[in-house]
């Protein structure tokens, strides 16, 4: 019988389930031996991911002192491996949140981008050379209209992802922040250099999605679209 009350464990599985994972993605435990932690998680995907709820001594020096609840997590806030005391048990449930996001800001780090954007850049300068063809025209209020229509649906059907969980409602928001600039500012440059100035948010906007294979393919037709815009889209 685990040594933790089932409303807890209960807590760690809601814990468990959030913007960036599912249940589904950890092994959890709650072993009732004394020598063993209050309760195991360990990242389905990779063996090095894992975090602990255990107790032990609040001066490392003084192993005869006060006992704490702590928290031992792989990845850590700045190390591969953090050991955290708490004042209460509740703390230890609220850095799971923290210990599944930095499992995610590691999963992402490990994804090679830098070629990657780097080739997609070259191929929206050469997408707006080959379709724009007035970049020193301003947009009518007629395409303004249109772009901003075209960065709505965008946003739209991202959000659409960010209901099923394969974008988080902070990527969202970060997203969104980008298309108000870009609508912004087309109505303040002229078509090339606001193509230009729109590659770049675009590709920035990208590596912020760079977790979600179905967000990138949306943000990266949605540009194809509306870079080079020539009237027509």
């Given at each position: ?6 409303a ?6 809601k ?35 894992s ?8 001066n ?6 006060e ?21 209460s ?6 850095r ?47 395409e303004?209209?249109?772009i ?54 675009i ?10 294979k ?20």
């Open positions: 019988m685990a040594r933790l009350k089932q807890v464990i209960e807590k760690v599985y814990a468990l389930d959030n913007d960036y994972f599912t249940i589904g993605d950890f092994e959890t435990s709650f072993p009732n031996k004394r020598d063993e932690p209050l309760c195991q998680i360990k990242f389905r995907h990779n063996a090095r991911f975090f602990l709820i255990t107790e032990g001594p609040k490392k020096l003084n192993p005869l002192g006992v704490v609840p702590m928290t031992v997590e792989s990845p850590g806030d700045f190390k591969t491996s953090e050991t955290h005391d708490h004042n048990f509740e703390e230890c449930l609220d799971i949140r923290f210990w599944c996001e930095n499992v995610r800001k590691d999963l992402r780090a490990q994804i090679p981008l830098i070629d990657e954007f780097d080739d997609l850049r070259a191929e929206f300068d050469k997408h707006i050379k080959e379709h724009l063809s007035d970049p020193e025209q301003s947009f009518t209020p007629d303004l209209e249109r901003n229509k075209r960065f709505d649906e965008l946003y739209e059907q991202l959000a659409a992802l960010a209901a099923k969980h394969q974008v988080t409602e902070q990527e969202l928001q970060q997203v969104k922040r980008q298309f108000d600039l870009m609508k912004h500012s087309a109505r303040e440059y002229p078509k090339g250099m606001w193509a230009n100035l729109t590659k770049n948010r590709i920035t906007a990208l590596r912020k999605l760079a977790g979600s179905e967000a990138r393919k949306l943000m990266y037709e949605g540009a194809r679209k509306l870079l080079g815009w020539d009237g027509g889209g």
